[in-house]
């Protein structure tokens, strides 16, 4: 099992940057891959990117491709979510998983981080 817990949420202009990371603890955590989601008030959570364990696959949401990047550091136990350029729709609660397979679907991952505010203003 897997214990998720995120960092870098916060408020950030539209056009800015910022980087949520999401560290693992429990079990081994490279066996996982890890995906990110996201909800917004009133919405249902939806997928926003996802990673192979090795780091070598990577897989994204079209509103968000050419903006956000997943990466990971098996070393460190922790993967990451930069987000270049945050429009205010990106606004909304992020949260990390890990689950056998980088798909795009949340409830086919297995643990979940308590989840992240992320706030765009313009």
């Known amino acids: 099992q897997v214990q998720l817990v995120e960092s870098g949420g916060g408020l950030v202009r539209a056009g800015g940057s910022l980087r949520l990371s999401c560290a693992a603890s429990?079990?081994?955590?490279?066996?996982?891959?890890m995906g990110w989601f996201r909800q917004a008030p009133g919405k249902e959570r939806e997928f926003v990117a996802a990673i192979s364990w090795s780091g070598s696959s990577t897989y994204y949401a079209d509103s968000v491709k050419g903006r956000f990047t997943i990466s990971r550091d098996n070393a460190k136990n922790t993967v990451y979510l930069q987000m270049n350029s945050p429009q205010p729709e990106d606004t909304a609660v992020y949260y990390c998983a890990a689950g056998r397979r980088p798909i795009t679907i949340a409830t086919m991952y297995d643990y979940w981080s308590q989840g992240t505010q992320v706030t765009v203003s313009s």
């Open positions: 429990g079990r081994t955590f490279s066996s996982y891959a």
